[in-house]
């Protein structure tokens, strides 16, 4: 079946600095894909739609200026975490789904777990 | 927006039937998701259903659908401790093809 990745699965950053999170369909092409976040113990939550070769969508309360997304291709999404803080430690997942297909194919990658220190 | 009620907690014995509720608000929602989630791990399809049909039936998994009260239940047959994770009802927004996604349930089988 289709496949999302996600790289990197893990990582440690130091508060103040630039994240850079990847979302990839490995085989087929997206043009929407889509970052939810999940903080310990509670569910997840859409932060925005990434719409290739167009600007992202971002949810309410969602700020795109911190959280920047770049759908530069069709089989590649990124989501950068700018001057990441504490509070931005979570786990992020991204989904896309085979344009042409109805909503039973919707792929989520393994997810990025963010620790900021 | 769409909104997505569950509640929070279930345990049961092994060998049990899990019963698990969602109410959901859109009824616009045409596909409509249980996903699961083992501690520290991703997301994993448990099953869906299209809101045209009420029933669906997968192995051990029995999804039911209650159109007009918005209401979506998950069974588990014969609950096994490997079930024990936390159980997400799911309702797409077809406009965007977003997902909503309720608090979790929590799924403990004691043994």
């Known amino acids: 079946g289709a496949v999302v990745s996600q790289h990197p699965s893990w990582v440690i950053c130091k508060s103040g600095t630039s994240v850079k999170i990847e979302c990839r369909s490995l085989d087929f092409q997206a043009t929407t894909m889509f970052w939810y976040r999940q903080f310990p113990k509670q569910s997840l939550m859409l932060m925005a739609t990434?719409?290739?070769?167009?600007?992202?969508?971002?949810e309410q309360g969602v700020e795109k200026d911190k959280f920047l997304i770049n759908h530069a291709s069709l089989t590649l999404s990124t989501l950068t975490v700018t001057s990441a803080h504490p509070e931005d430690s979570s786990f992020y997942i991204c989904s896309a789904h085979p344009p042409g297909q109805g909503g039973e194919t919707q792929y989520f990658g393994p997810g990025t777990r963010l620790l900021v220190l | 927006g769409e909104d997505v009620e569950q509640s929070l907690f279930l345990s049961v014995r092994e060998g049990d039937s899990s019963v698990i509720n969602c109410t959901y608000t859109?009824?616009?929602?045409?596909?409509l998701y249980w996903y699961k989630q083992e501690p520290g791990a991703g997301l994993q399809l448990l099953t869906y259903?299209?809101?045209?049909?009420d029933m669906k039936q997968d192995q051990r998994l029995t999804v039911l659908l209650n159109k007009k009260d918005k209401h979506l239940s998950l069974r588990i047959a014969d609950t096994q401790t490997g079930d024990s994770a936390i159980y997400f009802c799911?309702?797409?927004?077809?406009?965007?093809?977003?997902?909503?996604f309720g608090s979790g349930t929590r799924l403990q089988v004691q043994p």
């Open positions: 259903i299209f809101s045209n049909m």
């Open positions: 990434s719409n290739e070769g167009s600007k992202a969508t971002y």
């Open positions: 799911v309702a797409d927004d077809p406009g965007r093809r977003a997902l909503t």
């Open positions: 859109d009824s616009s929602s045409t596909y």
